[in-house]
């Protein structure tokens, strides 16, 4: 990239996060769609020296060809639910109940408190309940890395593992837990396995059930208002999720608009105008753009 090319694309970022800036201050209602681009960009990174300290020991033990990143050994064929168990219980500890609530998150929170606002997203690793969003604002579709349920989901409830994985990781030895506590069902006596979307046995409770009709009245009740889709590290593997149904919505309703955060995944269809806004950038730095931005305007 030669120098005119980077003052081009310094001035186009810019006027990118200056009309984002509008859309959010004249919105009526924000709704925020997220998946794991977001918590990358926080910290929440699945490789490279986080993987390797955190999971130095399950490297050793099972190998490199396997243990390359947190989310391929997740799919490592362990011999045993103990060393299934030592090494979800880990993952737990790592993305769920050790990180704090991370200055990303928070900022975001800032931005949008003050708006009529609701949270779909795909993460599981529970930061917008930790930032101080409020739970009833948020459906988390694909579930919990602190939630455990039966591996054949031969009943519709999940259990809070908390507990559970904090024991876990105390007892753990040579990446295996304890034979007496590996968690069984306690209905049909079989395996338990995380709360995460992989299959058909995925549990979708009465709390899911909750979470999601009340997605359906924000969205009832906003129709007819002037909002913004404020969507966040979405990529394109769940995108019928988020990706396309923000897309469908903008493109069927002339009051809404869409401003798409993404490093590299930030296309937005031309068919939506000037009512869409791909920001190709690191989503740290946009967003903290964004309530800079926002902020200076509040104080003028």
């Not at 201050?25 to 986080?50: C, D, P, Q």
């Not at 869409?258 to 939506?272: D, G, H, M, Q």
């Given at each position: ?12 970022y ?8 509008e859309m ?34 399950f ?9 390359t ?32 609530a ?31 969003f ?17 591996e ?13 994985f904090?024991?876990?990781e ?6 295996l837990?304890?034979s007496?506590?590996?968690?069984k ?10 709360h995460?979307r ?11 059930h ?22 966040l ?10 990706r396309?149904p923000?897309e ?14 993404n ?6 269809p ?8 791909g920001i190709?950038a690191?989503?740290k ?7 800079q ?8």
């Amino acid at each position: 990239m030669n120098f005119s090319d980077y003052i081009f694309q310094k001035d186009l970022y810019e006027e990118q996060i200056a009309r984002a800036v509008e859309m959010i201050k004249n919105a009526e209602f924000v709704l925020i769609g997220v998946g794991t681009g977001l918590s990358t960009a926080a910290g929440l990174t699945y490789s490279g020296t986080r993987f390797t300290e955190n999971f130095r020991e399950f490297i050793e033990k099972y190998g490199t060809m396997y243990m390359t990143d947190m989310y391929a050994a997740g799919f490592y064929p362990f011999p045993s639910q103990e060393a299934k168990w030592g090494y979800w219980s880990k993952y737990s500890m790592v993305n769920r109940f050790w990180p704090p609530a991370l200055p990303l998150y928070k900022q975001l929170y800032e931005l949008v408190k003050n708006k009529d606002y609701f949270v779909l997203t795909t993460n599981v690793d529970h930061q917008f309940q930790k930032t101080g969003f409020d739970s009833g604002r948020v459906f988390a579709t694909q579930g919990d890395y602190g939630n455990i349920q039966c591996e054949k989901g031969c009943h519709r409830k999940i259990y809070d593992a908390e507990k559970m994985f904090r024991q876990m990781e105390q007892e753990r030895t040579d990446c295996l837990i304890p034979s007496d506590m590996v968690p069984k069902c306690p209905v049909c006596g079989g395996n338990m396995t995380m709360h995460l979307r992989c299959d058909q046995y995925f549990v979708e409770d009465e709390n899911w059930h909750e979470a999601a009709a009340r997605y359906g009245v924000f969205l009832e009740k906003t129709g007819s208002k002037k909002g913004v889709l404020l969507e966040l590290g979405v990529g394109f593997n769940t995108p019928m999720i988020i990706r396309f149904p923000f897309e469908k919505m903008v493109r069927e309703n002339r009051n809404l608009s869409l401003i798409r955060l993404n490093l590299n995944e930030a296309i937005v269809p031309e068919s939506l105008g000037n009512r869409a806004i791909g920001i190709n950038a690191d989503i740290k730095n946009s967003i903290s753009d964004i309530w800079q931005q926002m902020e200076k305007k509040a104080g003028v």
